[in-house]
């Protein structure tokens, strides 16, 4: 396929979830709903099951009201929305981590309005001691076990380990297609850039990993690009808004890497070596960094991204807060101190699924331009 060709079709999936839900339901493959964030699709993948994320979208709040206050993070709220109004008809299951208070409450909200069923879990906030990878591998099992259940499949260990394999792969992939970004960021719009990654969420990994490698090697075989812009890194939980994202291409800004919960921190971690498939994965969750949702008494995530801004020459960072969601809002003072101390410019930005504040954004993004330039 030529680029153009690569590029159209996992713009489609990433615009189309519905669609490949309806298809890999109609091919019969049962398909398992994953909340954000870190959750264990390799487990789900293992039974035959098709694994697809759940990040929200743009929908009007009405039927969720019922089960949360206004105050509530946009991304679950729509999740709830869409099941309650029957957007996810045909999923076998949803995997619930409990990683903050909403998300903890929606176990409740979800398995009384909802019909479809949920499997909930809890990651340990003392991550790298042992007895939180003891903790992570009795909850992974109690989820495997769930899932067999629930879904009528078989979960062995070869199975996963050899679903371990498939996403390590697709990792590495995605790995080496964002570091590739920086040098072809005429070609990779903010857009593109974002539709090559959230296409993997509603994809199985293994044909994702082949297009992505094909697009890779498309680009590798392109001479290196001169960008006359202005280069920024984005961090938060979701910048997925085609407003937001048609914005910075507007005022000729290019995204050259990310920390970005739906994006870039879903594969920036491999699956280490472990003596089971189950330890494997718990491993994982110890060895996250830079992410507010992981315990961290370091605080490294500022540095983290400090370190990509002065590798990448990037001109400055987009902190997009997800509107009331705890983890990034207590993150940002000490983030704020680190750009600060870095003296890299960044710009803080609340965003908030299914609200068109686009003007006030509009306008914010020209100033940050403006000041970068």
Known sequence: M???????????????????????????????????????????????????????????????KEYYPAFVCSIIAANVEYG??????????????????????????????????????????????????????????????????ICECEITEDAMLKSIDIYNEHRKVMQEFVELVPNYLNTITPTKRNAVIKSGNFMLKEDHTLLV??????????????????????????????????????????????????????????????????ERLALQWSNIEGCSLAYDPQRLRGKIVADHVKRLGIDGVIYGLMKFCDPEEYDYPIF?????????????????QGTSNIEQMRTRIQTFADIIS
């Open 84 to 149: 309650l109004k029957g957007s996810y008809d045909g999923v076998s299951a949803v995997m619930i981590p409990c990683m903050c208070d909403t998300l903890r409450s929606t176990t409740q909200n979800w398995k009384s309005g909802v019909k479809i069923p949920m499997v909930a879990f809890a990651h340990p906030h003392n991550r790298k001691i042992q007895a939180g990878v003891d903790y992570l591998v009795e909850e992974y099992e109690s989820v495997k076990k769930r899932l067999e259940d």
């Open 213 to 278: 490698k094909e697009l890779n090697e498309i680009l590798k075989s392109m001479p290196k690009e001169d960008f006359k812009g202005k280069k920024v890194m984005t961090t938060g939980i979701v910048l997925d808004d085609k407003g937001f994202l048609d914005v910075l291409e507007k005022n000729n800004l290019a995204v050259a890497y990310d920390n970005v919960g739906q994006e870039t921190r879903q594969f920036s971690t491999l699956v280490p070596e472990g003596n089971s498939a189950l």
């Open 336 to 352: 704020k101190k680190d750009m600060d101390e870095a003296g890299i410019p960044h710009l803080y930005m609340e965003i908030e």
């Open 2 to 64: 030529t680029l153009n060709e690569v590029l159209e079709k996992l713009e489609y999936v990433a615009n189309n979830p519905k669609k490949m839900l309806q298809d890999y339901i109609k091919s019969g493959k049962k398909v398992v709903g994953c909340f954000p964030m870190y959750t264990p699709e390799e487990i789900a993948h293992a039974g035959g099951l098709v694994p697809m994320s759940m990040w929200g979208g743009n929908t009007n709040i009405e039927r969720a």
